[in-house]
Protein backbone atom coordinates (compact mmCIF):
# COMPACT_ATOMS: atom_id res chain seq x y z
CA UNK A 1 0.00 0.00 0.00
CA UNK A 2 0.86 3.25 0.33
CA UNK A 3 2.06 5.80 -3.54
CA UNK A 4 3.07 4.64 -6.31
CA UNK A 5 1.70 2.63 -9.37
CA UNK A 6 -1.44 0.25 -8.45
CA UNK A 7 0.62 -2.71 -10.04
CA UNK A 8 3.62 -1.79 -7.42
CA UNK A 9 0.52 -1.89 -4.85
CA UNK A 10 -1.07 -5.02 -6.16
CA UNK A 11 2.25 -6.92 -6.02
CA UNK A 12 2.77 -5.82 -2.31
CA UNK A 13 -0.31 -6.53 -1.11
CA UNK A 14 0.14 -9.87 -2.98
CA UNK A 15 3.51 -10.49 -1.56
CA UNK A 16 1.94 -9.64 2.17
CA UNK A 17 -0.98 -12.04 1.65
CA UNK A 18 2.42 -14.35 0.58
CA UNK A 19 4.02 -13.80 3.66
CA UNK A 20 1.15 -15.27 5.72
CA UNK A 21 2.13 -18.11 5.62
CA UNK A 22 5.19 -20.07 5.13
CA UNK A 23 5.57 -22.93 2.48
CA UNK A 24 5.83 -26.21 3.35
CA UNK A 25 7.35 -28.61 0.79
CA UNK A 26 5.97 -31.92 2.06
CA UNK A 27 2.20 -30.82 2.51
CA UNK A 28 -0.26 -32.63 0.96
CA UNK A 29 -2.90 -30.10 -1.60
CA UNK A 30 -6.01 -30.81 -3.18
CA UNK A 31 -8.02 -28.84 -6.08
CA UNK A 32 -10.49 -26.76 -4.82
CA UNK A 33 -11.63 -25.29 -7.32
CA UNK A 34 -10.44 -24.26 -11.17
CA UNK A 35 -10.97 -21.46 -13.42
CA UNK A 36 -9.62 -21.62 -16.83
CA UNK A 37 -5.65 -21.03 -16.16
CA UNK A 38 -6.24 -20.65 -12.52
CA UNK A 39 -6.21 -23.27 -10.12
CA UNK A 40 -7.41 -22.92 -6.08
CA UNK A 41 -5.05 -25.93 -3.97
CA UNK A 42 -6.17 -26.20 -0.60
CA UNK A 43 -3.44 -27.86 1.73
CA UNK A 44 -4.14 -30.45 3.92
CA UNK A 45 -3.01 -28.92 7.51
CA UNK A 46 -5.04 -25.62 6.08
CA UNK A 47 -4.33 -22.76 4.01
CA UNK A 48 -4.42 -22.09 0.28
CA UNK A 49 -2.16 -22.20 -2.81
CA UNK A 50 -3.10 -20.00 -6.01
CA UNK A 51 -1.58 -21.72 -9.32
CA UNK A 52 -1.50 -19.86 -12.94
CA UNK A 53 -0.48 -22.63 -15.61
CA UNK A 54 0.64 -24.69 -13.36
CA UNK A 55 3.05 -22.59 -11.61
CA UNK A 56 2.35 -21.09 -7.84
CA UNK A 57 1.90 -17.47 -7.93
CA UNK A 58 0.33 -17.33 -4.11
CA UNK A 59 0.28 -18.55 -0.86
CA UNK A 60 -2.80 -17.83 1.52
CA UNK A 61 -3.94 -18.59 4.55
CA UNK A 62 -7.60 -17.76 4.30
CA UNK A 63 -9.84 -18.15 1.46
CA UNK A 64 -13.54 -18.12 0.85
CA UNK A 65 -14.07 -20.53 -1.71
CA UNK A 66 -17.72 -20.17 -3.19
CA UNK A 67 -19.67 -21.48 -5.80
CA UNK A 68 -18.58 -19.26 -9.06
CA UNK A 69 -15.22 -17.88 -7.30
CA UNK A 70 -12.71 -17.79 -4.41
CA UNK A 71 -11.57 -15.27 -2.80
CA UNK A 72 -8.33 -14.78 -0.82
CA UNK A 73 -7.71 -12.36 1.78
CA UNK A 74 -4.93 -9.53 1.11
CA UNK A 75 -3.89 -6.60 3.48
CA UNK A 76 -5.24 -3.56 4.64
CA UNK A 77 -8.94 -4.82 3.48
CA UNK A 78 -8.07 -6.01 0.30
CA UNK A 79 -9.37 -9.13 -1.15
CA UNK A 80 -7.83 -11.41 -4.30
CA UNK A 81 -11.27 -12.35 -6.30
CA UNK A 82 -10.46 -15.35 -8.57
CA UNK A 83 -13.54 -16.74 -11.13
CA UNK A 84 -13.82 -17.33 -14.56
CA UNK A 85 -13.62 -13.70 -15.49
CA UNK A 86 -9.76 -13.78 -14.42
CA UNK A 87 -8.41 -12.23 -11.13
CA UNK A 88 -8.95 -8.82 -9.87
CA UNK A 89 -8.75 -6.92 -6.38
CA UNK A 90 -11.64 -6.36 -4.56
CA UNK A 91 -12.37 -4.17 -1.43
CA UNK A 92 -13.55 -6.54 1.34
CA UNK A 93 -16.92 -5.40 3.00
CA UNK A 94 -15.27 -3.87 5.60
CA UNK A 95 -13.44 -1.44 3.59
CA UNK A 96 -15.74 -0.80 1.27
CA UNK A 97 -18.16 0.63 4.04
CA UNK A 98 -15.07 2.53 5.21
CA UNK A 99 -14.94 4.14 1.90
CA UNK A 100 -18.51 4.45 1.87
CA UNK A 101 -19.00 6.06 4.82
CA UNK A 102 -16.03 8.59 4.32
CA UNK A 103 -17.35 9.62 0.99
CA UNK A 104 -20.64 10.45 2.89
CA UNK A 105 -19.57 12.17 5.56
CA UNK A 106 -15.44 12.42 5.78
CA UNK A 107 -12.34 13.80 5.04
CA UNK A 108 -9.18 12.82 3.51
CA UNK A 109 -6.44 15.51 3.38
CA UNK A 110 -2.93 16.75 3.81
CA UNK A 111 -1.89 19.29 5.97
CA UNK A 112 0.93 21.39 7.64
CA UNK A 113 1.66 21.12 10.81
CA UNK A 114 2.48 24.13 12.94
CA UNK A 115 4.93 26.64 11.39
CA UNK A 116 4.60 25.59 8.29
CA UNK A 117 7.36 23.02 8.39
CA UNK A 118 6.11 19.79 8.01
CA UNK A 119 3.37 17.93 6.49
CA UNK A 120 1.00 15.78 7.75
CA UNK A 121 -2.00 13.36 6.42
CA UNK A 122 -5.59 12.53 8.08
CA UNK A 123 -8.46 10.58 7.29
CA UNK A 124 -11.52 12.11 9.08
CA UNK A 125 -14.98 11.77 10.19
CA UNK A 126 -16.80 14.61 11.92
CA UNK A 127 -19.81 13.88 13.88
CA UNK A 128 -22.57 15.22 16.42
CA UNK A 129 -23.40 12.11 16.95
CA UNK A 130 -20.81 9.40 18.95
CA UNK A 131 -22.67 6.10 16.64
CA UNK A 132 -20.87 6.52 13.42
CA UNK A 133 -17.90 7.66 15.28
CA UNK A 134 -17.50 4.40 16.42
CA UNK A 135 -18.12 2.36 13.34
CA UNK A 136 -15.56 4.59 12.04
CA UNK A 137 -13.25 3.50 14.31
CA UNK A 138 -14.25 -0.21 13.97
CA UNK A 139 -13.82 -0.38 10.55
CA UNK A 140 -10.14 1.59 10.75
CA UNK A 141 -9.25 -1.09 13.08
CA UNK A 142 -10.87 -3.89 10.90
CA UNK A 143 -8.87 -2.60 7.90
CA UNK A 144 -5.58 -1.23 9.01
CA UNK A 145 -5.21 -2.71 12.59
CA UNK A 146 -5.30 1.24 13.98
CA UNK A 147 -6.90 3.24 16.49
CA UNK A 148 -7.86 6.28 15.22
CA UNK A 149 -7.75 9.35 17.61
CA UNK A 150 -10.87 10.45 19.12
CA UNK A 151 -11.53 14.44 19.99
CA UNK A 152 -14.67 15.21 21.72
CA UNK A 153 -14.96 19.00 20.81
CA UNK A 154 -17.78 21.53 22.51
CA UNK A 155 -19.77 23.81 21.06
CA UNK A 156 -22.54 26.53 22.50
CA UNK A 157 -26.04 25.38 21.88
CA UNK A 158 -29.18 26.95 23.20
CA UNK A 159 -29.60 24.13 26.31
CA UNK A 160 -25.67 24.41 27.10
CA UNK A 161 -22.49 22.92 25.97
CA UNK A 162 -23.09 20.24 23.33
CA UNK A 163 -20.17 17.91 22.27
CA UNK A 164 -19.13 17.24 18.94
CA UNK A 165 -16.68 14.60 17.30
CA UNK A 166 -13.65 14.33 15.14
CA UNK A 167 -12.11 10.90 14.75
CA UNK A 168 -8.87 10.14 12.81
CA UNK A 169 -6.14 8.87 11.16
CA UNK A 170 -3.01 10.43 11.17
CA UNK A 171 -1.38 8.32 8.07
CA UNK A 172 -0.45 9.03 5.01
CA UNK A 173 -0.25 5.40 4.20
CA UNK A 174 -3.56 5.27 4.70
CA UNK A 175 -4.78 8.95 3.16
CA UNK A 176 -2.89 8.15 0.08
CA UNK A 177 -4.62 4.18 -0.32
CA UNK A 178 -7.90 5.86 -0.04
CA UNK A 179 -6.61 8.57 -2.58
CA UNK A 180 -5.22 5.71 -5.07
CA UNK A 181 -9.11 4.13 -5.01
CA UNK A 182 -9.87 7.84 -5.84
CA UNK A 183 -13.04 7.74 -3.11
CA UNK A 184 -13.15 11.30 -1.99
CA UNK A 185 -12.01 15.04 -3.53
CA UNK A 186 -10.22 16.55 -5.11
CA UNK A 187 -13.47 19.37 -4.65
CA UNK A 188 -14.53 19.64 -1.38
CA UNK A 189 -17.92 17.39 -1.90
CA UNK A 190 -16.60 15.47 -4.81
CA UNK A 191 -16.50 11.76 -4.36
CA UNK A 192 -16.48 8.40 -6.77
CA UNK A 193 -17.55 4.91 -5.50
CA UNK A 194 -14.88 2.41 -6.54
CA UNK A 195 -17.07 0.24 -8.75
CA UNK A 196 -14.14 -1.53 -10.52
CA UNK A 197 -13.13 -2.68 -6.78
CA UNK A 198 -16.23 -3.58 -5.72
CA UNK A 199 -18.12 -6.72 -5.94
CA UNK A 200 -21.47 -7.17 -5.10
CA UNK A 201 -21.28 -7.39 -1.49
CA UNK A 202 -18.48 -4.31 -1.32
CA UNK A 203 -21.73 -2.43 -3.30
CA UNK A 204 -23.83 -3.00 -0.08
CA UNK A 205 -21.47 -2.46 2.17
CA UNK A 206 -20.91 0.89 0.46
CA UNK A 207 -24.01 1.94 -0.22
CA UNK A 208 -24.58 0.86 3.85
CA UNK A 209 -21.50 3.54 4.47
CA UNK A 210 -22.94 6.06 2.54
CA UNK A 211 -26.33 5.91 3.74
CA UNK A 212 -25.26 5.61 7.07
CA UNK A 213 -23.97 9.32 6.71
CA UNK A 214 -25.96 11.41 3.67
CA UNK A 215 -28.70 8.63 3.82
CA UNK A 216 -32.35 9.72 5.20
CA UNK A 217 -35.71 7.75 6.00
CA UNK A 218 -38.71 10.45 6.66
CA UNK A 219 -41.91 9.56 7.57
CA UNK A 220 -44.94 11.86 8.11
CA UNK A 221 -47.85 11.85 10.72
CA UNK A 222 -49.75 9.77 8.26
CA UNK A 223 -47.62 6.95 8.08
CA UNK A 224 -45.94 7.47 4.68
CA UNK A 225 -41.87 7.24 4.13
CA UNK A 226 -39.52 8.17 1.98
CA UNK A 227 -35.82 6.79 1.73
CA UNK A 228 -33.37 8.99 0.47
CA UNK A 229 -30.06 9.87 -0.50
CA UNK A 230 -28.52 13.21 -0.74
CA UNK A 231 -25.13 14.71 -1.44
CA UNK A 232 -24.13 17.99 -3.79
CA UNK A 233 -22.11 16.18 -6.39
CA UNK A 234 -24.04 15.06 -8.87
CA UNK A 235 -22.14 12.75 -10.54
CA UNK A 236 -20.88 10.72 -7.57
CA UNK A 237 -25.12 10.50 -6.96
CA UNK A 238 -25.59 8.83 -10.08
CA UNK A 239 -22.92 6.63 -9.64
CA UNK A 240 -24.56 5.52 -6.72
CA UNK A 241 -27.73 5.22 -8.40
CA UNK A 242 -26.21 3.05 -11.04
CA UNK A 243 -24.59 0.99 -8.07
CA UNK A 244 -28.00 0.23 -7.15
CA UNK A 245 -29.37 -0.21 -10.19
CA UNK A 246 -26.77 -2.99 -10.74
CA UNK A 247 -27.94 -4.91 -7.35
CA UNK A 248 -31.54 -5.34 -8.72
CA UNK A 249 -32.73 -1.73 -7.24
CA UNK A 250 -35.31 0.98 -9.08
CA UNK A 251 -33.85 3.84 -7.82
CA UNK A 252 -35.66 7.36 -8.84
CA UNK A 253 -34.12 10.08 -11.22
CA UNK A 254 -31.90 12.30 -9.14
CA UNK A 255 -34.07 15.62 -8.00
CA UNK A 256 -33.20 18.64 -6.92
CA UNK A 257 -34.23 20.00 -3.34
CA UNK A 258 -33.26 23.53 -4.27
CA UNK A 259 -34.83 27.06 -4.91
CA UNK A 260 -33.26 29.89 -6.48
CA UNK A 261 -32.33 32.30 -3.68
CA UNK A 262 -33.07 36.02 -3.76
CA UNK A 263 -32.99 38.10 -7.41
CA UNK A 264 -29.41 39.49 -7.17
CA UNK A 265 -28.34 36.44 -4.97
CA UNK A 266 -26.17 33.44 -6.55
CA UNK A 267 -25.61 29.80 -4.52
CA UNK A 268 -22.60 27.54 -5.33
CA UNK A 269 -24.59 24.46 -3.35
CA UNK A 270 -27.46 22.61 -4.75
CA UNK A 271 -28.90 19.58 -2.78
CA UNK A 272 -29.46 16.68 -5.37
CA UNK A 273 -31.12 13.72 -3.97
CA UNK A 274 -32.90 10.18 -5.08
CA UNK A 275 -35.19 7.91 -3.76
CA UNK A 276 -35.58 4.20 -3.11
CA UNK A 277 -39.25 3.72 -4.29
CA UNK A 278 -41.26 1.74 -1.91
CA UNK A 279 -41.63 -1.65 -3.65
CA UNK A 280 -37.54 -1.50 -2.60
CA UNK A 281 -38.28 -0.40 0.96
CA UNK A 282 -37.79 -4.23 2.52
CA UNK A 283 -35.36 -5.20 0.20
CA UNK A 284 -33.16 -1.76 1.07
CA UNK A 285 -33.98 -2.43 4.95
CA UNK A 286 -32.20 -6.26 4.77
CA UNK A 287 -29.71 -6.25 1.88
CA UNK A 288 -28.02 -2.10 2.29
CA UNK A 289 -29.65 -0.82 6.03
CA UNK A 290 -27.98 1.36 7.82
CA UNK A 291 -25.43 1.43 10.92
CA UNK A 292 -27.85 4.89 12.61
CA UNK A 293 -29.76 3.72 14.85
CA UNK A 294 -32.38 5.88 14.03
CA UNK A 295 -32.42 4.90 10.74
CA UNK A 296 -32.60 1.42 12.35
CA UNK A 297 -35.96 2.86 14.37
CA UNK A 298 -37.54 3.92 11.73
CA UNK A 299 -37.10 0.70 9.44
CA UNK A 300 -38.84 -1.72 11.99
CA UNK A 301 -41.49 0.84 11.96
CA UNK A 302 -41.48 0.78 8.00
CA UNK A 303 -41.41 -3.16 8.50
CA UNK A 304 -44.51 -2.64 11.07
CA UNK A 305 -46.50 -0.36 8.58
CA UNK A 306 -46.28 -2.22 5.58
CA UNK A 307 -47.20 -5.96 6.84
CA UNK A 308 -50.25 -3.87 8.32
CA UNK A 309 -50.94 -2.77 4.77
CA UNK A 310 -50.34 -5.78 3.74
CA UNK A 311 -53.03 -7.50 6.21
CA UNK A 312 -55.31 -5.01 5.21
CA UNK A 313 -55.10 -5.19 1.54
CA UNK A 314 -55.38 -9.21 1.87
CA UNK B 1 -20.85 43.52 -10.77
CA UNK B 2 -18.89 39.89 -11.24
CA UNK B 3 -20.70 37.46 -8.65
CA UNK B 4 -18.32 36.94 -5.82
CA UNK B 5 -19.61 33.86 -4.22
CA UNK B 6 -16.80 32.16 -2.55
CA UNK B 7 -17.41 28.91 -0.38
CA UNK B 8 -14.85 29.24 2.98
CA UNK B 9 -16.18 26.26 5.51
CA UNK B 10 -17.70 22.92 4.19
CA UNK B 11 -18.22 19.75 6.72
CA UNK B 12 -15.12 17.72 7.99
CA UNK B 13 -13.73 21.04 8.88
CA UNK B 14 -12.99 22.05 12.36
CA UNK B 15 -16.18 24.30 13.78
CA UNK B 16 -13.64 27.12 15.29
CA UNK B 17 -12.42 27.82 11.40
CA UNK B 18 -15.73 29.26 10.25
CA UNK B 19 -15.19 32.14 11.79
CA UNK B 20 -11.29 32.55 11.08
CA UNK B 21 -11.97 31.69 7.52
CA UNK B 22 -15.01 34.28 6.81
CA UNK B 23 -12.56 37.22 8.74
CA UNK B 24 -10.09 36.01 6.79
CA UNK B 25 -11.85 36.14 3.70
CA UNK B 26 -13.65 39.45 4.24
CA UNK B 27 -10.09 41.26 5.45
CA UNK B 28 -8.97 40.80 1.65
CA UNK B 29 -12.09 40.89 -0.20
CA UNK B 30 -13.77 43.73 1.03
CA UNK B 31 -13.55 47.19 -0.82
CA UNK B 32 -14.72 50.39 -0.68
CA UNK B 33 -17.50 49.46 -3.62
CA UNK B 34 -19.14 46.76 -1.50
CA UNK B 35 -22.43 47.56 0.18
CA UNK B 36 -22.69 44.72 1.86
CA UNK B 37 -22.55 40.76 1.85
CA UNK B 38 -24.16 37.96 2.46
CA UNK B 39 -22.96 35.36 5.06
CA UNK B 40 -25.11 31.94 3.88
CA UNK B 41 -25.14 28.49 6.21
CA UNK B 42 -26.32 25.44 4.35
CA UNK B 43 -27.31 22.95 6.25
CA UNK B 44 -29.42 19.48 6.17
CA UNK B 45 -31.39 18.01 9.22
CA UNK B 46 -30.61 14.55 8.55
CA UNK B 47 -33.19 12.58 10.07
CA UNK B 48 -35.84 13.94 8.48
CA UNK B 49 -34.32 15.46 5.28
CA UNK B 50 -35.23 19.08 5.81
CA UNK B 51 -32.96 21.08 3.71
CA UNK B 52 -32.20 24.76 4.77
CA UNK B 53 -30.24 28.12 4.51
CA UNK B 54 -29.86 30.59 7.40
CA UNK B 55 -29.15 33.79 5.32
CA UNK B 56 -27.09 36.84 7.38
CA UNK B 57 -27.29 40.33 5.35
CA UNK B 58 -24.67 42.98 6.59
CA UNK B 59 -22.52 46.02 5.52
CA UNK B 60 -20.70 46.03 8.43
CA UNK B 61 -17.36 43.85 7.77
CA UNK B 62 -16.32 43.59 11.27
CA UNK B 63 -19.69 41.80 12.04
CA UNK B 64 -19.29 38.89 9.48
CA UNK B 65 -17.27 36.58 11.73
CA UNK B 66 -19.35 37.01 14.47
CA UNK B 67 -22.13 36.40 12.80
CA UNK B 68 -21.07 33.41 10.54
CA UNK B 69 -19.98 31.94 13.61
CA UNK B 70 -22.95 32.45 15.57
CA UNK B 71 -25.43 31.38 12.69
CA UNK B 72 -23.47 28.62 11.79
CA UNK B 73 -24.02 27.33 15.82
CA UNK B 74 -27.66 28.06 15.11
CA UNK B 75 -27.80 25.88 12.41
CA UNK B 76 -26.07 23.07 14.20
CA UNK B 77 -27.81 23.16 17.25
CA UNK B 78 -30.22 20.28 16.46
CA UNK B 79 -29.86 16.39 17.50
CA UNK B 80 -28.58 15.36 14.14
CA UNK B 81 -27.67 18.02 11.39
CA UNK B 82 -24.87 18.29 8.79
CA UNK B 83 -23.85 22.05 8.44
CA UNK B 84 -22.83 21.36 4.51
CA UNK B 85 -21.21 24.88 3.87
CA UNK B 86 -20.51 28.54 4.89
CA UNK B 87 -20.67 30.94 1.81
CA UNK B 88 -19.84 34.56 1.59
CA UNK B 89 -21.07 36.75 -1.22
CA UNK B 90 -20.14 40.39 -1.72
CA UNK B 91 -22.33 42.98 -3.18
CA UNK B 92 -21.95 46.59 -4.66
CA UNK B 93 -25.57 47.07 -3.91
CA UNK B 94 -27.88 47.15 -0.73
CA UNK B 95 -30.02 43.66 -1.83
CA UNK B 96 -31.23 42.59 1.51
CA UNK B 97 -34.12 45.39 0.98
CA UNK B 98 -35.24 42.87 -2.01
CA UNK B 99 -36.05 39.92 0.53
CA UNK B 100 -39.20 40.94 2.20
CA UNK B 101 -41.62 37.78 3.53
CA UNK B 102 -44.09 39.52 5.66
CA UNK B 103 -47.69 37.21 5.42
CA UNK B 104 -48.29 35.42 9.18
CA UNK B 105 -47.88 31.51 9.37
CA UNK B 106 -51.66 31.61 9.03
CA UNK B 107 -51.98 33.45 6.07
CA UNK B 108 -49.02 31.32 4.51
CA UNK B 109 -51.41 27.94 5.81
CA UNK B 110 -53.77 29.32 4.33
CA UNK B 111 -52.53 29.53 0.81
CA UNK B 112 -50.89 26.61 0.95
CA UNK B 113 -54.54 24.75 1.75
CA UNK B 114 -56.01 26.45 -1.71
CA UNK B 115 -52.25 25.23 -3.47
CA UNK B 116 -53.63 21.52 -2.13
CA UNK B 117 -56.86 22.21 -3.84
CA UNK B 118 -55.20 23.47 -6.93
CA UNK B 119 -52.29 20.20 -6.94
CA UNK B 120 -55.25 17.57 -6.94
CA UNK B 121 -56.78 19.32 -9.81
CA UNK B 122 -53.78 20.09 -12.16
CA UNK B 123 -52.23 16.55 -11.38
CA UNK B 124 -54.56 14.28 -11.22
CA UNK B 125 -55.21 14.57 -14.70
CA UNK B 126 -51.44 14.21 -15.63
CA UNK B 127 -51.01 10.88 -17.71
CA UNK B 128 -48.45 9.38 -15.36
CA UNK B 129 -50.70 9.47 -12.42
CA UNK B 130 -53.76 8.41 -14.39
CA UNK B 131 -51.99 5.31 -15.58
CA UNK B 132 -51.22 4.28 -11.90
CA UNK B 133 -54.07 5.46 -9.82
CA UNK B 134 -56.67 3.20 -11.54
CA UNK B 135 -59.05 3.63 -8.92
CA UNK B 136 -57.04 3.51 -6.27
CA UNK B 137 -56.94 6.36 -3.43
CA UNK B 138 -54.22 9.39 -4.84
CA UNK B 139 -52.44 11.38 -2.77
CA UNK B 140 -50.02 14.44 -3.22
CA UNK B 141 -47.05 15.27 -1.43
CA UNK B 142 -46.15 18.47 -2.36
CA UNK B 143 -42.28 20.15 -2.03
CA UNK B 144 -42.90 23.67 -0.39
CA UNK B 145 -39.94 26.49 0.26
CA UNK B 146 -40.94 28.02 3.50
CA UNK B 147 -39.18 31.42 4.51
CA UNK B 148 -39.15 33.56 7.43
CA UNK B 149 -37.58 37.57 7.33
CA UNK B 150 -36.09 38.61 10.95
CA UNK B 151 -35.24 41.83 12.15
CA UNK B 152 -31.65 42.54 13.36
CA UNK B 153 -29.34 45.27 15.31
CA UNK B 154 -26.48 43.73 14.11
CA UNK B 155 -26.90 42.27 10.55
CA UNK B 156 -29.13 44.70 7.78
CA UNK B 157 -31.77 41.35 7.60
CA UNK B 158 -31.64 37.71 8.81
CA UNK B 159 -33.94 35.14 6.48
CA UNK B 160 -34.59 31.43 7.26
CA UNK B 161 -35.34 29.18 4.39
CA UNK B 162 -36.31 25.71 4.29
CA UNK B 163 -36.97 23.31 1.77
CA UNK B 164 -39.21 20.03 2.43
CA UNK B 165 -42.38 18.06 1.76
CA UNK B 166 -43.80 17.60 5.20
CA UNK B 167 -44.99 20.97 5.82
CA UNK B 168 -45.79 20.27 9.87
CA UNK B 169 -42.14 19.40 10.94
CA UNK B 170 -40.93 22.00 8.75
CA UNK B 171 -43.11 25.08 10.34
CA UNK B 172 -42.44 23.59 14.44
CA UNK B 173 -38.68 23.76 12.99
CA UNK B 174 -38.89 27.32 11.38
CA UNK B 175 -40.43 28.01 14.60
CA UNK B 176 -37.15 26.39 16.54
CA UNK B 177 -34.64 28.12 14.56
CA UNK B 178 -36.10 31.66 14.34
CA UNK B 179 -36.69 31.73 18.68
CA UNK B 180 -32.92 30.56 18.50
CA UNK B 181 -31.71 33.20 16.22
CA UNK B 182 -33.50 35.54 18.49
CA UNK B 183 -32.40 34.03 21.98
CA UNK B 184 -28.98 33.86 20.95
CA UNK B 185 -29.00 38.27 20.19
CA UNK B 186 -28.71 37.93 16.17
CA UNK B 187 -32.28 38.96 15.77
CA UNK B 188 -34.92 40.94 17.51
CA UNK B 189 -38.22 39.65 16.23
CA UNK B 190 -39.70 37.91 13.31
CA UNK B 191 -41.02 40.15 10.53
CA UNK B 192 -43.30 37.15 8.91
CA UNK B 193 -43.35 34.25 6.87
CA UNK B 194 -43.29 33.49 2.83
CA UNK B 195 -43.70 30.32 1.07
CA UNK B 196 -42.34 29.67 -2.59
CA UNK B 197 -43.46 26.37 -5.25
CA UNK B 198 -46.74 27.54 -6.42
CA UNK B 199 -48.59 24.93 -8.02
CA UNK B 200 -47.38 25.65 -11.81
CA UNK B 201 -43.06 25.49 -10.53
CA UNK B 202 -44.10 22.11 -9.39
CA UNK B 203 -43.60 18.84 -10.93
CA UNK B 204 -43.74 15.20 -10.57
CA UNK B 205 -40.91 13.85 -8.84
CA UNK B 206 -42.00 10.11 -8.02
CA UNK B 207 -44.62 7.75 -7.40
CA UNK B 208 -44.71 5.71 -5.44
CA UNK B 209 -47.70 2.28 -4.96
CA UNK B 210 -48.07 1.69 -0.90
CA UNK B 211 -50.95 -0.53 -0.45
CA UNK B 212 -53.94 0.43 -2.52
CA UNK B 213 -52.90 4.69 -2.22
CA UNK B 214 -50.87 6.04 -4.86
CA UNK B 215 -48.12 8.47 -3.45
CA UNK B 216 -47.23 11.42 -5.82
CA UNK B 217 -44.27 13.04 -4.29
CA UNK B 218 -43.90 17.02 -6.28
CA UNK B 219 -40.76 18.66 -6.32
Known amino acids: ?314 | MTPMVATLWVWGEDFDDVRKNCEKYISKRWKENIKECCIEISARRRDEGICYYIVAYTSDPKSVGELAEGLFYVALDEDDVKVTSVSIELFDEILSSGEVYRKSMEEVEKELKERERAIVEKFSREPRVKSVARGRKIKFIPQTDLLCELSSKIANKIVIEMIHEDFSPMKDFMHYLSSDVIERGFAERVLGYDWRKDVNDLKIGDIDMWGDEVLVWLI
Open chain 1, 1 to 314: MGGGSRIKQYERRFFEGEQIRGEKEDEIFHIAKTFRNYEVREAEGGGYELLKSGEVVGIFSEARVEGDRTVFRLSHGMNLEVSEKGIREILSPEKAELCGLTAADGTICKYKGKGGSSVGYEVSLTSVSPELIGVFKELAGDNYNMTPHEHIKHHKTKEGEEEHYHVAIYSKKVAYDLWDLGIKGPGPYEFHPPIQYLDDEGKRAYLRGFFSGDGNVSMTKEGEHAIRIYSSYKEGLNELKEMFEDLGFHPSEIHEKYEKPAPGRHRKEYNYYFSIPEEDHLRFIEEIGSEKEEHKRKFELIKLINGRKKKEED
